[in-house]
């Protein structure tokens, strides 16, 4: 029955393994379109060779070919590519990339929900596959920052062009980035990162003040 | 030996067709998993895998040596993350493990963690 069970002796390369005191974790996602870089990003920075983790879901869909549209539930199984980076012996980040049919995206609940916010990775050949998620992430109050993959064969477009053709908000970073590179995806994360200080530190005061007094 | 750390495409995932997943599961759905459970929760053995156990609850005991995510849980047992968090529910009722809860962002985050997350980014 139990045949199975040697060959379960799975998981992580003892290099691979987080130290005893890693206590807390924390996320970024990394949004983007089919073939836009996304998990060339998390592969570039990640501490561990990105792995996929994925879920099962149920979707409602009103069935096409019943002409009284009943609903019908459908089980798809849905992959996300992951990487890893400890930022101290307590402190360990996840970097997750959104599975590439974007109606995934915010069906997976707990994906965006408890992350830190979120890299828009686009690709200015495809802007307006950007539209929907920067809408959606807007509406979830995900703080997120665009970030412009470039590709050696796509047009050089100024950032401030691809700002506004997506309509950004000004307070909204937007960088350049170049995925393959593990000095620009840091970058990238760390551009996320001041915009999520400067977010917090704005807003922080009456909090801060709360907490003094506790 | 530990085999390849490196799970391969979806493909290659085993069959996990409904029915083995229910099978793993005992049927349990939502109702067998703990909401405070999601990717990012660290989970870390308190004892040693028992010969009699389901196989899928000694492995995790075993990668679980060392803190590791569900996230990285799922990627390795080739699980979709909810049967994974069911069998970590389950563990975690005998006390065979412990969970380190993630940080959940609600709104704005605390900036001193935001800063501590930015120090060790620069750091690389």
């Known amino acids: 029955m139990d045949s199975r069970g040697s060959e379960l002796t799975v998981g992580p390369a ?44 149920t979707e409602v869909s009103v069935g096409v070919d019943d002409v009284r549209g009943v609903e019908r539930k459908d089980a798809t199984t849905v992959a996300m590519d992951f990487g890893r980076i400890s930022i101290n012996d307590q402190l360990v980040l996840y970097l997750f990339g959104t599975p590439g049919q974007q109606r995934f995206w915010f069906l997976w609940t707990g994906l965006f929900e408890g992350s830190l916010g979120a890299v828009v990775l686009v690709d200015t050949r495809r802007l307006e596959a950007s539209f929907d998620v920067l809408g959606r992430l807007e509406s979830g109050g995900v703080p997120f920052i665009v970030a412009v993959n470039v590709f ?20 909204v970073p937007i960088v350049a980035c170049d995925a393959r590179s593990r000095a ?11 915009y ?11 909090v801060a003040a709360s907490a003094a007094t506790e | 030996m530990t085999p390849s750390p490196i799970n391969g ?41 028992r010969p009699e156990m389901q ?69 690389l």
Request: hydrophobic share 45%.
């Open chain 1, 184 to 194: 620009s995806s840091r970058d990238t994360l760390l551009a996320l990162m001041r």
């Open chain 1, 152 to 171: 050696p064969d796509a047009p050089n477009h100024p950032l401030d062009e691809v700002r506004a053709a997506l309509d950004l908000p000004a307070d």
């Open chain 2, 9 to 49: 495409p979806p493909s290659d995932w085993e069959q996990s067709g409904p029915e083995r997943l229910y099978v793993l599961t005992g049927g349990r759905g939502a109702s067998g998993r703990r909401a405070d459970i999601d990717l990012i929760t660290l989970v870390v053995a308190r004892a040693a895998p």
């Open chain 1, 196 to 206: 999520l200080y400067r977010l917090s530190t704005q807003s922080a005061a009456p």
């Open chain 2, 55 to 123: 196989p899928e609850h000694a492995s995790i005991l075993r990668m679980c040596h060392w803190p590791l995510s569900m996230a990285e849980i799922s990627a390795y047992l080739k699980l979709p993350f909810s049967v994974v968090a069911v069998l970590v529910s389950d563990l975690l009722s005998e006390s065979l493990v412990e969970v380190r809860a993630s940080v959940r962002m609600d709104g704005i985050g605390d900036p001193e963690l935001l800063k501590a997350v930015m120090n060790g980014l620069q750091r």
């Open chain 1, 14 to 57: 003892r290099e691979d393994a987080l130290p005893a005191s890693a206590a807390t974790a924390v996320k970024i996602v990394v949004v983007g379109g089919f073939g836009v870089g996304k998990t060339t990003l998390v592969g570039s920075i990640s501490e561990i060779r990105p792995l996929t983790t994925e879920e099962t879901m």
